[in-house]
């Protein structure tokens, strides 16, 4: 099922249709076919309009569908789009020329509008079908967003709820309009008299937006959301462990694209057993569970096992395609991968961490669950049973990852930042000069050089470098390249370099692997080539 959210939106999306900046040539053609003909005339009007435009949504979506064009394409082309538009609408001189183009193109429609003889709801029907094929180009920045939410739809089910609140919405103001007949005509005025000032706010409604999604500050809107709906099954009896009281898995739901499999849903996998594994590619600890669940699909795959590797990014870059792609490679994950850019299933199935294992019988069921790293025999052993298998103890030894007060995940960007000693505080958003203080306590942190602190990360100027007071046997530090190209980054442990590591793809990075019988401990200093380094988090293990 598609989320209230993005039905709602849908909805809103349908109403601001009104205020498209070429409805004051389109008012006359809705006006003038309704004030002629039978009461069931105008509600002809707008059915016509909302069956033209669900008839073009629904050929896009299957067509975008059919392509194979990725949806990282569509959103960023749309995205681009709607800026081009939003400024369109905030000059009037531009949206005039935009309305002029338009109403020439359809100059010929209240020429085939009055050719549509009748007074009744069908000829009303001809009249909003033709209306849609003028109006819908020219609303062409609220259209795209909708079809892009139509096209990106996980399921036909909600492409149809989307198409319903989105005609739903534009069909209530036009069927106000087309019964409202003379009193309307005589209140035009106040629309002509506010025109400018209403294109100028959608305008500036629609830059913001298109530069949100783009900064990817939306991703954190919905990762906290996410974690706000999770919270709601805290006080819920656990499912871990227990067949008894399991319930029937949520569906898969707005899945943006697939690796290495065609779209799937969890109801035409009935009849065999799912794992549900939540994690994104820059997780330490949803790496080190890697080598199990790829394990697991090697060895039960013939037996009747799916898994599925729902994959909810941290990070706004881990969001592309090619980068999920590349780190399903490097994985050597064969098993389908879904990407949940949007954490619709995440938070259709409330979870609230990474990683996350969901076991589904053969029933649609969820059997068994464990949050993080471990339990790796008792869930081979959970597999093993929902199969119908020899449940015997597999003898498998847990991984000890981690060291009894080992430094804590660490975020760098100042949304989530802790411990930073820099004497000048972070400064958000704006390059500034750090110096390191003269010391620092276990698990703080500071710069030096410029650098500028966003919400998510952090992105090296000139002569920048990182201290961290850590203790752990393993450092983690997740990077990228601003600029896509190499830069290099020299790492040292108390002074002393032990190694050059190589940044460009956006990915977890080790830089620090301590070796048998030396203290799992140390000042941690990073000194980066150039500007341009981009860092977001520090992890650690044993």
């Known amino acids: 099922m598609t989320s209230t959210a993005s039905i709602a939106v849908s909805f809103a999306e349908g109403l601001a249709l009104i205020l498209s900046p070429c409805i004051l040539p389109v008012l006359p053609l809705i006006l003038g076919a309704s004030l002629e003909g039978s009461k069931a005339k105008p509600l002809g009007i707008v059915a016509g309009f909302v069956l033209a435009f669900t008839a073009f949504a629904w050929v896009s979506r299957q067509a975008i569908l059919a392509s194979g064009i990725s949806s990282e394409v569509i959103r960023d082309a749309s995205l681009i789009l709607l800026m081009l538009f939003g400024l369109v609408m905030l000059f009037p001189r531009l949206s005039d020329k935009w309305a002029a183009w338009f109403a020439r193109l359809g100059g010929g429609s209240d020429a085939l509008i009055g050719r549509i003889k009748g007074d009744g709801f069908i ?32 399921t036909t089910a909600g492409a149809l709820a989307i198409i319903a609140a989105f005609a739903l919405g534009a069909a209530i103001p036009m ?17 002509k008299k506010h025109s400018d000032t209403i294109r100028r706010t959608i305008g500036v409604v629609m830059i913001a937006a298109a530069l949100t999604i783009f900064s990817g500050f939306d991703l954190k809107l919905v990762a ?34 697939w690796v290495n499999t065609p779209p799937l849903t969890l109801q035409q996998l009935r009849g065999k057993v799912v794992l549900i594994d939540f994690w994104t590619y820059s997780c330490i600890n949803c790496i080190r569970t890697m080598p199990y669940i790829t394990g697991w699909y090697e060895k039960y795959k013939n037996d009747g096992l799916v898994i599925i590797g729902v994959h909810s990014p941290e990070f706004p870059f881990e969001k592309k395609l090619s980068n999920v792609k590349d780190a399903v490679n490097e994985y050597g994950i064969t098993y389908p991968v879904a990407l949940d850019n949007n954490f619709s299933t995440w938070k259709a199935f409330k979870n609230q961490y990474w990683p996350a294992h969901y076991l ?82 276990p698990n703080a942190w500071a710069l030096t050089g410029n650098w500028k602190v966003a919400g998510e990360k952090i992105t090296s100027g000139t002569n920048a470098g990182l201290r961290f007071r850590y203790i752990g046997g393993k450092v983690f530090l997740v990077l ?16 002393t370099k032990t190694k050059t590591i190589s940044v460009t793809a956006e990915k977890l990075y080790t830089l620090v692997d301590t070796p048998a019988g030396a203290a799992p401990k140390g000042l941690l200093e990073l000194r980066v080539s150039r500007a341009g380094l981009d860092a977001y988090a520090f992890t650690f293990g044993k």
């Open 123 to 154: 000829s009303g029907m001809g009249v909003g079908a033709l209306i849609g094929v003028v109006w819908t180009p020219c609303a062409g920045p609220i259209m795209a967003t909708a079809l892009l939410q139509i096209i990106q739809a996980g």
């Open 175 to 191: 069927f106000i309009i087309a019964t409202s007949g003379r009193y309307f005509m005589h209140h035009l005025h106040f629309l």
């Open 224 to 257: 906290w959301g996410a974690k706000l709906d999770a919270a709601e099954i805290t006080t819920a009896a656990p499912l871990e462990n227990n067949t008894q009281n399991a319930v029937t898995a949520p569906e898969l739901v707005g899945i943006t694209d």
């Open 360 to 441: 589904i019988n053969r029933d649609g069921r969820i059997v068994y669950t464990h949050f993080g790293e471990g339990n790796y025999a008792e869930t081979e052993n959970s597999i093993r049973a929902a199969l119908g298998l020899d449940a015997k103890v597999v003898s498998i030894t847990d991984s000890d990852v981690i060291m009894q007060g080992q430094s804590p995940e660490t975020y760098l960007g100042y949304n989530r930042a802790a411990n930073f000693k820099s004497p000048e505080g972070i400064t958000p958003d704006k390059l500034t000069t750090y110096t390191y203080p003269a010391a620092l306590a």
């Open 480 to 495: 990228g390249s601003v600029d896509g190209k190499p830069l290099t980054v020299d790492v040292l442990v108390d002074g």
